[in-house]
């Protein structure tokens, strides 16, 4: 098998092996999320016949948990583990924005209060906008880039995490009474579990993806492989299309991405380099074209592009994924 068919395989995209959202997110370590309709789906496309209702419900009862662990990036993970994981980089992380803060006037006093503002009134969550007048009413100002920093601080120093969507809106809430049975680990165990749950998911994949996937140094990324068993064999491969997610860790997941996605298509998933990833047209385990999603109320409708300029055949990846909207699929071209 290639190598991009394998890490479909471990990471439970084909053949699809998960029944549960929070097992998908618990195998996986922790999958990118800043873009909450992707990242449903990229759970979502891991799961044998799961809708997004199942999703959403099992982030709604908190077994899913969305916060900043790594690479100062929304990931969602197990709720149980988001403490140690967040705790695991976030030395690095929060020098990594020290002089950002300084510009913006977010010394340790300002944090201070903000802290306690949070304590104070995190205890159920809150939508962004009632945060951001929660800082006004309290006189921090959170205009620019301010707002953002006060919460991505609290974040990882362990005080807050996202809570689940309100229609659009983002809420927060605090981590402690959001998750209250938070597992608690030493830097050597973390390292060792966290490097285990990588490398049998993502796998085949090298330190060097593993040190930049999980934000840390590259002696720390050794430490952990060094008690890193060896995975089971892959599932043999079910189907040979897959429309899989923005950002997912099918592509996401490594530093090196060449195996996968040929560096003459590079641009078309990241146009120009701005940092956001279309969603993947996958087969036989390269991607090999984009796709976009229109979502009505009674219908989504789904367009693929390949590189190639060929029609693609993927009525069932596109049926596959009106099924976890639960919505009809509108006909598609053709």
Known sequence: MSTGTRRLARQGVDPARFNDPADVVRWLGAMQA????????????RLRAGTLAQVEAAIAAGHIVRTWPMRGTLHFVP?????????????RQLAATRRRREELGLDEAVLARC???????????????????????????????????ILYHAA???????????GKQQTFVLLDAWVPKSRELGREEALALLAQRYFASHGPATVQDFAWWAGLTLADARQGAAAVSEAGDEAQPTTRLHLLAGFDEFLL?????????????ADRIVPGGNGVFKSLVVEDGQVVGTWRRTVGKRAVT???ERFD??????????ERYAAFLGLPLAPLPG
């Open 79 to 91: 709720a149980e583990d988001a403490k140690w994981l967040v705790g695991l980089s976030a030395t």
């Open 302 to 304: 789904v367009e693929v």
């Open 115 to 149: 802290r306690a503002l949070f304590d104070q009134h995190l205890h159920q969550r809150v939508t962004r906008p009632a945060v951001m007048d929660l800082l006004r009413e309290a006189g921090v100002d959170p205009q620019g880039q301010r707002g953002y920093h």
């Open 309 to 318: 300029g060929h029609d693609p055949t993927c009525r069932a990846a596109c």
């Open 34 to 45: 800043q873009d909450y309709g992707q990242a449903v789906w990229g759970i979502g496309a």
């Open 156 to 166: 990882q120093t362990g005080q807050i995490c996202v809570g689940p969507m309100e």
């Open 253 to 265: 997941g490594y530093q090196d991405r060449s195996a996968v996605l040929a560096a003459a298509f």
